[in-house]
């Protein structure tokens, strides 16, 4: 769990990213912010396209984006929505995380007071990771 300042950064950069989403198509802007073992954070937003199947969410625009700077080790996502209630991240991000570890943690929260705080492995139970390819 990251400490309660690096919370407060986490959250704040999973908002600003939220304001850059590019969501014409659906209006539902999302923000991501990872945070590596290293101690970086990385944020994403979505972004969307008109042909829907080459949008990418703020979840793997994040990690990408971390990886692209040499990062592995993830040690929490955090997502933020404008919304009323939490959006925990799509199977496709839930995919993702999980690549780089089944602990790693996975809060999300919006404009609401409600909130989700768990591990990946516990948003996606019984998945296929890089111990089946072993």
């Keep these: 769990m990251p400490s309660a300042a690096k919370l407060k950064l986490l959250k704040a950069a999973a908002k600003t ?15 991501a912010a990872v945070l590596t073992e290293s101690g970086r954070i990385f944020a994403g937003c979505n972004v969307e396209n008109a042909s829907y199947g080459l949008c990418n969410c703020a979840e793997r625009s994040a990690i990408f984006s971390a990886v692209s700077a040499g990062e592995r080790k993830f040690k929490c996502v955090v997502v933020y ?24 943690r996975v809060i999300s929260f919006c404009a609401g007071l409600d909130r989700i705080d768990t591990a990946i492995k516990s948003l996606l139970p019984a998945a296929f990771g890089p111990a089946d390819l072993a």
């Design 81 to 104: 929505t404008p919304t009323q209630t939490a959006t925990a991240p799509c199977g496709a991000c839930r995919q993702v995380i999980f690549e780089f570890g089944p602990k790693i």
């Design 17 to 31: 990213a939220a304001g850059r989403a590019y969501a014409p198509y659906s209006k539902f802007r999302v923000g």
